[in-house]
């Protein structure tokens, strides 16, 4: 029997909606028909031509380890990207091809957060921010944000809860649970502020390009010394291929490189040459496409859950999530999503896995499905909640 | 300008073999043909039923996120591996699918170390362990060992070097970079010997398959709760897939599976695919062809080394590299390395990489080119030696 067990590893926390999927498989094998709204990833394949480009490397037998850093052609296709998407000027030098965004930012956090150190970030966020920084024994400064704030931390809130053991500050945006942005002069207050607070600024920019109005800005174009994490998992639709960046300062990537090479060797090779073809016009093209279906998704789904009674507070800006207080209809919404998966075959996530602050009154839908359904989860939940009322 | 960073990124260590490599690219871009004696992957592409393997998950649209633990098909075929290879019963639920064995090492290490213990390993030995200890902020303790335990720990040397804080072990068996095996009556006396004394035997398999005598037990043979780390990298000749395995008792590997979610999300998808065609018949028997090219390669490098007056004081008995002594040679193999770059174009890895003890006196030789080009770096240093004799 084992035993032993490091304090590091006991505090680490599993996903609660983890449970949850666990039920929806037993559910689906005994034939149950579960509207999937919990899934964290796009429901496209990948692209045709980003396919066709790994199959072409592995075929040249391109299957060897790359540099750390991932291999050059990369590195520089990625800096050329700020150049057409964002107008920026990048150095392929300031570019860590990592293992998915979640090696970035484990790096990152490695690099610029001490034992006992933390990193302030808003309450709903990504959970696993958190157990990264336990897992360097250093920790997550989890501030609540709600409504007002879009659900995103301000200059204001910052400057309030620093204290001397904060390193730096943590923003995603879009914001996975919340789909919210951060405003432009607010990045730009906000990285002026942890500048001068003498911390450093990382944002999680995962869910770029998928946004429902005006393009986000990269927090480069405020401040060219921010810690930039991306993916190819999102907006390029290749999660499986576990393939994420960051763009950080040369001196700062050199010392986040000689951890990859200990930590990782290398990120997966067939993916670094199937993301090249990521960039080229056809795929983009693709993406844009999808897009507009998430687009189509996000204001058939606000709209239809508003009419059932939920509040959307914040109408997401990007990413494939609405973020829905449910305090109309439950005050648990930890039992309400159990509930909807139990009564209604719908799988959702509960507040619960984002944070605490009034993590009871929220649950997070994700249109990673189709319209269809998400139409059948709409009216699985008419029928349920006309009926109590 | 970046200044911050914090203790642990200043901690971990580079290879001291990137600056001759980067001299080496230097000097091929120059138009010198550089004989790569230093590369620690197998210089053969992946098999064709694994690309074939692949290629068809792709075609498939397999490209999505998987379980923290890998996909069950593939946790089922590592399982049943063990008992075709070793004839050893080993449930699918004590598997773990990682980012390589470098991922499983990091676990393993987060597992079972914590903050300020150790784990006890010999010097010399693959690098990156003491940097992923460095990471958690535990340590490597290193023990040095020669010819006389042919570079392996024995059970008496763990119990001379036993200390409050050490958490455990780590044996590589066969070793990088010496090749040799632990030999199975000191691997049974080790692993009861670190059971007594509270401690857990991890034991690196990453080179089974590639040895060159007898077969290489498993560790699990001797002892059931032993962690055993593996890999598709080498054998498997799958480095860049970045995918490997970890076996451990059922509750020890659901702990990691819960940091593998948080750290990792899942290993890459295609390469879980392409792994379940590295156990067919077919892609085996390829893998015994290659077995067999290394052992050739092995025995011709060991000689020519030795008449041009290396020593080479234990035999590998697998992996595909020779750990030889300079000594006779030279008084300080890493300037040694250097000038057979400079001099005579070719790519060696210095005993400093390995460790410290007697770190000065040896030299890493990989045999992972064809016999011509280890022929041609024979010649080579036949000129030099001859020539300064
Ligand atoms: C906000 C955010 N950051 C990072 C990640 C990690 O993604 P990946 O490692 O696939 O790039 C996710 C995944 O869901 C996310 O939602
Ligand atoms: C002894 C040993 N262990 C572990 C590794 C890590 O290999 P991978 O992460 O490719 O499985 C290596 C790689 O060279 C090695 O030599």
Chains 1, 2 share one sequence.
Request: net charge negative; hydrophobic share 45%.
């Amino acid at each position: 029997m084992f035993t032993k067990c490091s304090q590091r590893a006991a505090n680490i926390e599993s996903f609660k909606v983890m449970d949850l999927l666990k039920r929806a498989r037993e559910l689906e094998s005994q034939g149950c028909d579960v509207v999937h709204l919990e899934v964290g990833e796009p429901d496209f394949a990948t692209a045709e031509p980003v396919a066709e480009a790994a199959i072409a490397a592995i075929r040249a037998g391109r299957t060897q380890y790359t540099p750390a850093a991932g291999i050059p052609e990369l590195r520089e296709a990625i800096a050329g990207y700020y150049q057409t998407r964002y107008d920026l000027n990048v150095d392929p030098v300031q570019v860590l091809v990592t293992p998915g965004a979640s090696g970035a930012l484990l790096l990152a956090f490695a690099l610029l957060a001490d034992t006992g150190q933390t990193f302030m970030m808003s309450d709903p966020g990504y959970p696993c921010n958190r157990q990264f920084l336990r897992f360097l024994q250093a920790g997550a400064q989890l501030v609540p944000t709600g409504p007002a704030e879009r659900f995103q931390l301000t200059e204001a809130l910052i400057s309030e809860h620093w204290q001397s053991q904060t390193a730096g500050v943590l923003l995603a945006s879009p914001s996975n649970p919340t789909g919210t942005l951060v405003p432009p002069e607010q990045m730009q207050a906000i990285a002026q502020r942890v500048r001068q607070l003498g911390g450093q600024l990382i944002v999680d920019e995962l869910y770029h390009g998928l946004t429902y109005g005006a393009d986000a800005m990269t927090a480069l174009q405020v401040d060219p010394d921010v810690f930039v994490i991306n993916s190819f998992s999102k907006y390029f639709g290749m999660t499986g291929w576990r393939l994420g960046w960051l763009i950080a300062p040369p001196e700062a990537i050199k010392m986040m490189e000689k951890m990859a090479q200990n930590l990782f060797i290398s990120p997966t090779t067939v993916s670094q040459y199937a993301a090249l073809a990521a960039f080229q016009p056809d795929s983009l093209a693709i993406f844009e496409g999808r897009r507009q279906a998430f687009e189509e998704r996000r204001n058939f789904l606000v709209q239809g859950l508003k009419s059932l009674g939920f509040a959307v507070p914040a109408m997401p800006d990007g990413a494939f999530y609405v973020y829905a207080d449910a305090s109309h209809l439950t005050d648990d919404s930890f039992n309400f999503c159990w509930s909807l998966l139990e009564e209604n075959h719908i799988a959702v996530t509960p507040g619960a896995d984002f944070g605490q602050f009034e993590a009871s009154r929220y649950v997070r839908f994700s249109y990673t499905t189709g319209l269809v359904q998400i139409e059948k989860a709409l009216q699985r939940m008419a029928k349920r909640f006309s009926a109590t009322r």
